[in-house]
């Protein structure tokens, strides 16, 4: 799994990336990333290598209570989902909770995943401090 932040004024992105190595992506927890300032999440864009099908949750924790688990959930009931595609995109985030602060610890979990061996998921965000 590979991690970045990519900043341009207030915009950035949290991209995340989750590789099966060739085969089918495993369900499960898979990495941890904490967020360096206050931003907002406007968005998600998900990008697979082939169709298929994968659900991936989002959860959030303060650091002193790390590690997130599946209450921490940020996503309601919409968590981030391509289904029988390549791509998949939500702006609208209902049900989820959209904000962050510096230090919140960011947990990726793969609910589950049909066919598809790489993924990148793309938080888009602004900064809000």
Request: aromatic fraction near 6%; hydrophobic fraction near 40%; proline fraction near 5%.
């Amino acid at each position: 799994e590979k991690v970045s932040f990519i900043t341009l004024g207030p915009s950035a992105a949290i991209i995340f990336i989750i590789d099966g190595d060739g085969v089918a992506i495993t369900p499960g927890e898979k990495g941890h990333i904490e967020i360096p300032f206050a931003c907002i999440i406007e968005g998600v864009t998900m990008l697979a290598d082939r169709s298929g099908s994968i659900v991936v949750d989002i959860w959030k924790n303060v650091y002193g209570s790390f590690p997130p688990s599946n209450t921490d959930s940020i996503t309601s009931s919409t968590p981030p989902t391509i289904n029988a595609a390549r791509n998949s995109q939500n702006s609208t985030l209902i049900g989820w909770t959209r904000a962050l602060a510096v230090g919140d610890i960011l947990a990726f979990n793969v609910n589950s995943c049909t066919d598809i061996t790489r993924v990148t998921i793309n938080l888009k965000i602004i900064r809000s401090e």
